[in-house]
């Protein structure tokens, strides 16, 4: 079955509901009495709701085996909160200045319960609930259930094909536009027009790392002006209906070297490696393994120096982490980058990144732009 790109049906109130109950399922599963989610990615995903601005006032969605899922949020705040999408399926416990928010929190979690936090928590209220109820522990929720969100359902799935199909076509519109001359923040800028015109509401990234600064897999984009002759890394993406695209293809400006050719083959190679190797219950590690092997073999392996790829879904770098040590099979619906490149320091660098879903039996890209190198102008 091929996942299609689809402008989305909005996410139901049931959609919600479905979500806060795996999520009390798995917590109790992995040892936990329930779950504690702070303004962020999480509680989007659980609830709907993101507040306009993430303040001090404590706004905290609490999901246990014990009490309905509740969410204890300012007062001057919650006909927002009513307004959210998943609202139908929560209660909501309202705290006024002056009161103390971690009391009336405190009195929806078990005093000696053990409970998963979301990453996004400030340390201060997270000792706020500490010095409320002491014998309550907490684990932070990237530790106890990192796949929380790894799995994605039919709508997320066509919402990610959507993201990767606006990002195809902005790299087939960038191909056409000048390199020479111009300096990386002016391409850089034509990039997020065009993530923006093909249906983007972000845009989060748009790397262009030419020359020396291909081999920066973190220089974003500066003042250098791009030379005939230029190895370009073009990386970028945001989010389209809430969702995430990221994909890289690297160019050159005019004919390529030898070198640049060679080093642009290994690492498709490898990116094409390792996409063939995705299937349910091959483990991430297993993926970066592949990458890095045909890497590796061909003499490149100490200058591949990241992973090989992170998941994404309503943020663009999430579980699950292709990464040696990451033992977690890969399971149908989950989607991750495969994004092996070269970095070859003070010259140039090579990258190449598609967003990759598992399917029943095997791997399905969300890019789908040409992996060969390009020559532009
Ligand atoms: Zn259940
Ligand atoms: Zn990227
Ligand atoms: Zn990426």
Known sequence: MTIAAAEPVPFTADDYAVR??????????????????APGPDLLWLTGYRPTAITE??????????????MVVPTLERPDVEAAKGATCFGI???????????????????????????????M??????????????????????????????????????????????FGEILHVRFAGRRENDVA????????????????????????NGANPHHE?????????????????GLRYGYGSDTTRTVTVGEPSAEVRRVHEVVRLAQQTAFEAVRPGVSCAEI??????VITEAGYGPQF????GHGIGVTTHEPPYIVEGEELPLKPGMCFSIEPGIYLSGRFGVRIEDIVTVTSDAGQRFNNTDRSLHVVE
Do not use: C
């Open 20 to 37: 806060m109950h795996r999520v009390v399922d798995q917590a109790v599963e992995a040892g936990l009495d329930g779950v504690i989610v």
């Open 57 to 70: 006032r404590l706004t905290m969605l609490v999901l246990s085996r014990s009490v309905r899922p509740t």
């Open 93 to 123: 416990v309202d705290w006024s200045d002056g009161a103390d928010p971690y009391a009336v929190a405190g009195r929806l979690l078990q005093p000696d319960g053990r409970f998963g936090i979301s990453d996004s928590t400030w340390s």
């Open 125 to 170: 209220h997270l000792l706020g609930l500490q010095e409320a109820l002491p014998d309550t522990r907490y684990r932070a929720l990237s530790h106890s259930l990192p796949m929380l969100r790894a799995v994605k359902d039919a709508n997320e799935l066509g919402r990610l094909a959507a993201a990767g199909a606006a990002a195809d076509a902005t």
């Open 189 to 212: 800028a034509d990039l997020a027009r065009l993530l923006r015109e093909f249906g983007h509401e972000q845009v989060d990234f748009t790397v262009v790392g030419s020359g020396p």
């Open 221 to 237: 984009a500066g003042d250098r002006a791009i030379q005939p002759g230029d190895a370009v890394v073009l990386d970028f993406g």
């Open 288 to 293: 970066d393994r592949v990458a890095r092997g």
């Open 305 to 308: 120096i990241h992973r090989t």
